[in-house]
């Protein structure tokens, strides 16, 4: 996480039920070469959504699209919303899924509109069949 990062490391530190996985996420944004806005971006998120998950008592396991929706919608209350903020949150569960944290589901449950999921299955496709970067890739 410290290389990943030019700040300091103690504005960093993880609350809530994500805080086991905050480092091992941070680790992997550096892998994959995000940008110093980027990574700083996703780490707020995944703190400020810890941080609601705490709040509400629920645990890791439990994540489902609904938290997701439901934390957005309390976040854009409390600060100023950033275009990226469904996708940021969308791919932070998804790395947990693929870490069987939390349990998959497929496409249709997580509540997008058919532009969305169509928008989502295009984003996937150039980054796994055409090779494109995710960071690339996250700014379509």
Not at 7 to 25: D, I
Request: net charge positive.
């Amino acid at each position: 996480m410290i290389r990943a990062c030019r700040k300091r490391p103690c504005r960093l530190r993880a609350e809530g039920p994500l805080a086991p996985y905050f480092e091992p996420y941070s680790e992997y944004l550096a892998e994959r070469g995000y940008s110093q806005v980027a990574y700083w971006h996703k780490t707020f998120l995944i703190n400020e959504f810890s941080r609601w998950l705490c709040d509400k008592r629920i645990a890791v396991g439990e994540i489902t699209a609904e938290h997701e929706v439901a934390f957005l919608l309390y976040s854009a209350k409390c600060r100023r919303p950033k275009r990226g903020d469904p996708a940021s949150l969308s791919g932070i569960t998804r790395w947990l899924r693929d870490k069987c944290v939390i349990e998959s589901r497929d496409i249709a449950s997580i509540g997008l509109s058919g532009v969305e999921a169509i928008l989502q299955e295009y984003a996937d496709w150039l980054r796994d069949e055409r090779g494109l970067a995710p960071s690339t890739a996250e700014e379509l």
